[in-house]
């Protein structure tokens, strides 16, 4: 079981002078769900190495067993530091790919050709694609056979309007997540705001928010069970 992870390399939140990346929890506690299971687990970056942390991801409120234990293990924190660049990767590689949010995926990967090309031959060769909170972005370019959005007609989620309004960030991000689902033929549903709300439609994945990163991966592990 070969799951590919793939994280944002974009730290600038905007014109703000503040700093965004992945969110740590959205990482972790996919990250430890596969290892856990047995996975052999890769991660890949646009631009390789150490990939950019949303400061506000490490605050104390927003620690999580699963980001505690990461910080306190040396081999994750190794891996993590040493990203596979992107446009190295095929998807003939891997069983499934996992991608964590945070903001940054909103200016990278949701417009990186190689992304757009992972996504489309996964999704092609009958392999899933996960992706939560912010990470569903990506889904914004890939194409089906008929030329049509990945999301087309496909059930969805992501990060909510009210929950990037509740962060302050309406104005700030490129896009908002839940309107670009519905644009391209989604048919997108959301949970209260900041709890697990996971949905599953053919080999679409799709996680609402940080709560829903832990619940995305598991539902990521049966498919591929």
Same mark, same amino acid.
């Given at each position: 079981m070969k799951i590919l992870m793939v994280l944002t390399s974009h730290d600038q939140l905007g014109n703000t002078g503040e700093k965004t990346g992945f969110w740590l929890e959205e990482f972790a506690a996919p990250y430890y769900a596969f290892k856990d299971a047995g996975a052999?687990?890769?991660?890949?970056?646009?631009?390789?190495?150490?990939?950019?942390l949303d400061p506000?991801?490490?605050?104390? /409120?927003?620690?999580t067993d699963d980001t505690r234990r990461?910080? +306190?293990d040396a081999t994750a924190q190794a891996l993590l530091a040493s990203t596979g660049k992107l446009q190295d990767v095929s998807a003939a590689d891997f069983d499934a790919v996992f991608y964590p949010g945070? *903001?940054? @995926?909103?200016?990278?990967? +949701?417009?990186? +050709? /190689? /992304?757009?090309?992972?996504?489309?031959?996964? !999704?092609?060769?009958?392999?899933?694609?996960?992706a939560?909170? *912010?990470a569903?972005?990506? !889904?914004? *370019?890939p194409k089906s056979a008929d030329g049509s959005s990945v999301v087309n007609g496909k059930s969805v989620t992501g990060f909510t309007n009210t929950e990037e309004a509740a962060v302050g960030l309406t104005g700030v991000v490129p896009f908002l997540v839940e309107d670009m689902l519905k644009k391209n033929g989604g048919s997108y549903s959301q949970g209260a705001d900041w709890q697990p709300h996971v949905?599953?439609?053919? !080999?679409?994945?799709?996680?609402?928010?940080? +709560?829903? /990163?832990? @619940?995305a991966a598991q539902a990521l592990l049966k498919m591929l069970r």
């Open positions: 052999d687990i890769t991660l890949a970056s646009p631009l390789g190495g150490q990939p950019p506000k991801s490490d605050d104390a /409120s927003f620690q990461f910080k +306190a945070g *903001h940054g @995926p909103l200016w990278d990967l +949701a417009e990186n +050709a /190689s /992304s757009i090309r992972l996504i489309e031959a996964m !999704l092609k060769a009958g392999k899933p694609v996960a939560v909170c *912010h569903p972005a990506v !889904l914004r *370019h949905v599953t439609d053919g !080999l679409l994945i799709t996680g609402q928010n940080p +709560a829903s /990163s832990e @619940p």
